[in-house]
């Protein structure tokens, strides 16, 4: 149980392009969503949580029309990076929490802008 | 600010040998903390919980433990094997206005065959 997928694994896009990835609980609902950003060898940086049906809250420098974030239902959340641009290259990775506090994690989303 | 963070970045172990991954936090309000498996490419995995009203928590081959006293946490990994190669973090769940986990800076544990 608790199993969370992305797609697409990997993406290359060109400069200026947007990019959407999907989130998704497989078997559970997922009142909670977080997206986080993770460069090579470091830890893992929590860009926002959404509530399903409701806006997402955003960290600080974060830019929230940079990454925009629906979370339209309790199993689907997606992230669509916006006119992206080499330095948004990176991997990124959705959790998803029931009313529990587990996070489960999906398997990432390789970025690569050129 | 407060923070989550590892005592040692390299772990590296022999194979049947046990483990153990040291994680220090400073948030001397959380009550819940989560240890993570993140193989290279993938998404982190969830190995154990302990809330703060444990000192232990016994998994099958991992122990989670939890001292709050110098607000330390350690994962043991029992004979440990080449599949236990990962980097391994340390998260506190951080209560708010919303929930977030408060990654540390992860240790990379390597098994040597």
């Known amino acids: 149980g608790a199993v969370v997928s992305q797609h697409p694994s990997r993406v290359i896009c060109k400069s200026g392009t947007s990019v959407k990835i999907e989130c998704r609980s497989l078997d559970f609902q997922a009142t909670t969503m977080f997206w986080y950003r993770q460069f090579p060898k470091k830890s893992l940086m929590l860009m926002a949580t959404s509530n399903e049906g409701s806006k997402a809250t955003y960290e600080q420098g974060v830019e929230k029309d940079k990454f925009l974030i629906n979370h339209a239902s309790l199993t689907l959340s997606t992230l669509t990076v916006t006119s992206a641009h080499p330095e948004d290259s990176s991997f990124y990775i959705c959790s998803a929490s029931s009313e529990a506090d587990t996070q489960y994690f999906g398997p990432g989303t390789r970025l690569t802008v050129l | 600010g407060e923070s989550v963070g590892l005592h040692l970045p390299t772990l590296s172990v022999q194979e049947g040998d046990n483990s153990i991954i040291n994680c220090a936090y400073s948030n001397s309000a959380s009550d819940y903390f989560i240890w993570y498996k993140q193989e290279s490419g993938k998404g982190p995995q969830f190995i154990i919980d302990?809330?703060?009203?444990?000192d232990k928590r016994q998994g099958q081959r991992v122990t989670g433990l939890l001292n709050k006293t110098v607000k330390h946490l350690s994962l043991q990994i029992a004979a440990t094997q080449p599949g236990d190669s990962a980097v391994y973090f340390c998260a506190e769940n951080w209560y708010g206005a919303t929930n977030k986990l408060i990654f540390g800076t992860g240790t990379l544990l390597a098994v040597q065959p």
């Open positions: 302990i809330r703060s009203n444990m």
